[in-house]
Nanobody
Framework: QVQLVESGGGLVQAGGSLRLSCAAS????????VAWFRQAPGKEREFVAT????????YYADSVKGRFTISRDIAKNMVSLQMNSLKPEDTAVYYC?????????????????WGQGTQVTVSS
């Protein structure tokens, strides 16, 4: 079983940037697909971005495409989400999720392992 810990959240002004990290412990990330989801107050958790194990396949929600970049550092057993041009509507708790398979997915049920989340707040 893999444990996921997110970090890097915080408060930023609109137009600013943040970099979230998801570290895995318990076992290597090898063979796991990893994704970021987010949940704003009063809303359902939604897909943000995903990357497969070999990092040659990524997919983004339309709302973040061109502004967010997901990447993984295999040696460090870590996945990052670089968020640029942040908007107030990006405010949410961001969750890292993982599952042991090769194909990417955008549904919550596609992922068995979840972190505790990190808060991102974008002020206008």
């Amino acid at each position: 079983q893999v444990q996921l810990v997110e970090s890097g959240g915080g408060l930023v002004q609109a137009g600013g940037s943040l970099r979230l990290s998801c570290a895995a412990s318990g076992r290597p990330f090898s063979g796991y697909v990893v994704a970021w989801f987010r949940q704003a107050p009063g809303k359902e958790r939604e897909f943000v971005a995903t990357v497969n194990w070999s990092a040659d396949n990524t997919y983004y929600a339309d709302s973040v495409k061109g502004r967010f970049t997901i990447s993984r550092d295999i040696a460090k057993n870590m996945v990052s989400l670089q968020m640029n041009s942040l908007k107030p509507e990006d405010t949410a708790v961001y969750y890292c999720a993982a599952d042991r398979r090769t194909w990417i997915g955008v549904r919550l049920r596609d992922y068995a392992y979840w972190g505790q989340g990190t808060q991102v707040t974008v002020s206008s």
